[in-house]
């Protein structure tokens, strides 16, 4: 009978009394952002305009407030007639958020949702500024410059957004960069800046793998240029050269991201699959392997799948970077079978605009910069079990 009369509800109240239950039943908290407009009406099969009516029923309660220019949150925030665009006047001030645009199911969406709740916490609004491209985030920031009270870069490489953070910093603007995982940059940025610090996790994963008897660990990665720069192979040598063993690195050479139409899931998976079953036809493969990352380890254990050789029993294998967030995606359901080394992400996003509030009441004292160290994580690509293998050999 319920269901009966549900039906019988015009589509944009059924619409709002969903979202009002998921904000209720905790599935949504105060902070985080809500579907933009365009995904939830392919999603429900509603027209735009249904589901504008919907979120304008669920602001008038108070469960949600929209940031121009940016999206529809939960929780209620009074905003000063206008908005952003008139007069540039809020009633809090604004922290800008700069991210990739990314899906839902991303490692920057956890960074930008536990930002954006800390902010909240701050008494500072949230201006989400995602991009696909350094042109339209410099566009946003000329836009908002005036009124940005501070900017939070997110990002894996700081020669990715270097030139707009020099802008900003420019403009008087307080920003901190995070999330940073290449250590050569960190006198390159201009600003506080919080990094992933993966060299302890690279040197824990080595000493991990001595200690269960391998002598033939390799480090596989797609590109050696880039894994160089990585704090994950700083930690792999020195731990390897301290041992007095020798660094076996594994590259893919002739595959290109863009025969996957620059998809870089798919191409680091096909790497991955073809250094497997490059390195694991000969006599004397490795029998512990580090990846540069956790799509290149998917790609290798997908290939050690297809060659019949059982992992972690003949070799044992560690991502980096525990960015397999919903393993449902690669895995059966309920399943995360590969080990890795990574950091809290959320941690990420939290400290960073710690580190803002810091700046933005201290704009005198010295440049900070922070780390977050990487620890491993044992599922079931490893073992605990000893092994005997004593001879190290080159992997040519």
């Not at 904000?23 to 365009?38: A, H, V």
Request: proline residues 4%; hydrophobic residues 40%; contains cysteine.
């Amino acid at each position: 009978m319920e269901k009966t009369a549900a039906k019988k509800l015009p589509k944009y109240l059924r619409m709002a009394n969903e979202y009002r239950q998921r904000i209720e039943n905790g599935i949504y908290k105060t902070g985080d952002s809500l579907p933009d407009q365009r995904s939830l009406s392919k999603e429900w099969g509603f027209d735009p305009l249904t589901v504008r009516r919907a979120f304008d029923v669920l602001q008038e309660e108070g469960l949600i407030h929209k940031i121009i220019g940016s999206g529809m949150y939960v929780g209620g925030r009074s905003v000063a007639r206008g908005g952003l665009f008139a007069g540039h006047v809020c009633s809090y001030p604004i922290i800008g958020i700069a991210t990739p645009e990314a899906p839902e199911r991303h490692i920057f969406k956890i960074l930008e949702h536990a930002a954006i709740s800390n902010i909240f916490r701050h008494k500072y609004e949230a201006l989400r500024m995602n991009y696909v491209s350094q042109a339209e985030l410099k566009n946003r920031l000329m836009q908002y410059r005036h009124f940005l009270k501070g900017v939070i870069f997110f990002s894996r490489n700081y020669s990715d957004i270097g030139s707009n953070v020099q802008y900003a910093v420019s403009c008087g603007i307080p920003v901190v960069v995070a999330g940073l995982e290449i250590l050569s940059q960190k006198n390159d940025v201009p600003c506080d800046s919080l990094f992933v610090d993966e060299e302890d996790g690279g040197r824990a994963i080595v000493e991990y793998f001595i200690g269960n008897g391998h002598r033939r660990i390799m480090l596989a990665g797609e590109n050696i240029l880039r894994i160089k720069k990585h704090g994950r192979y700083i930690g792999f040598m020195n731990a390897m050269l301290e041992y007095g063993l020798k660094p076996v690195i594994a590259n893919e050479k002739n595959l290109k991201i863009s025969d996957f139409g620059n998809a870089a899931t798919p191409f680091l998976q096909a790497c991955g699959a073809e250094i497997a079953g490059r390195i694991m036809n000969g006599r004397k493969h490795p029998t512990a392997i580090i990846c540069q990352n956790d799509l290149i380890a998917l790609g290798i254990l997908e290939q050690l799948k297809k060659m019949n050789i059982a992992c972690p029993e003949e070799v044992e294998v560690f991502g980096f970077g525990d960015d397999i967030q919903w393993p449902e995606m690669y895995f059966p359901p309920g399943v995360n079978p590969l080990s890795s080394a990574g950091v809290n992400h959320s941690e990420i996003g939290r400290q960073a605009v710690n580190m803002l509030m810091d700046r933005i009441a201290h704009p005198a004292m010295d440049k900070k910069i922070e780390s977050l160290k990487s620890v491993i994580i044992h599922r079931q690509t490893t073992s605990q079990e000893k092994r005997t293998e004593i001879n190290c050999v080159q992997i040519k």
